[in-house]
């Protein structure tokens, strides 16, 4: 799947949103990926994580590692197309956290797949919980990569779109007094 075609069908979905949005790292943005209007739909997810399976089985995975919840059904989907199993990391009292019984031998080789990667920091804490279980993360794959983000593994992106945003102290939507929505599933979870 082309940059281009992605990027398209990421438009007809209604996926790339615009407005005054608190991303999930508190970060204001006047842009949006709503990765759940791909996710919703099977025909959809399946090449998207076939793309990605291209690009991660030169990494020799034993393991796909996801965070949940958006990470879940593209995780599961990239494993089946690798042969691999799949599981995934969820919060704790707050703590990222492998529960349900889901665990990693030593040593084993995990990718790490995510829908859309802004700051890292779920993609961070899914590699943290690997490496105290002792798995090895090999590689990282996302959908979307809205910044430049250096995570100190190969990363394979399906899709690179810069999107600027701002902290709330300098966020020119705030200073416009323009609506401020918050899609994302961190503040979405903590409230309810």
Do not use: N, W
Request: hydrophobic fraction near 40%; charge should be neutral.
């Amino acid at each position: 799947m082309s940059d281009l075609h992605l990027r398209e069908e990421l438009e007809r979905r209604g996926a790339l949103l615009s407005g005054h949005f608190r991303l999930s790292s508190g970060r204001h943005s006047g842009r949006f990926v709503q990765k759940f209007r791909i996710l919703e739909d099977p025909s959809a997810v399946e090449p998207i994580a076939r793309e990605l399976a291209v690009r991660l089985r030169r990494f020799e995975p034993e393991i796909v590692v996801s965070a949940a919840v958006g990470g879940i059904v593209l995780g599961y989907e990239t494993a089946r197309q690798l042969g691999t199993l799949a599981i995934f990391v969820e919060k704790d009292r707050g703590v990222p956290t492998l529960r349900r019984g889901f665990a990693l031998r030593a040593g084993q080789r995990v990718v790490v797949v995510e829908d859309v990667m802004t700051t890292g920091l779920s993609v961070r804490e899914t590699i943290d919980v690997v490496e105290k279980a002792d798995g090895k993360v090999v590689a990282v794959g996302a959908i979307v990569r809205r910044s430049a983000v250096d995570l100190g593994r190969p990363t394979e992106v399906l899709l690179d779109l810069p999107i600027e945003d701002y902290s709330a102290e300098e966020c020119p939507l705030c200073a416009r007094g323009e609506a401020l929505q918050e899609p994302g599933s961190r503040f979405s979870s903590a409230r309810s």
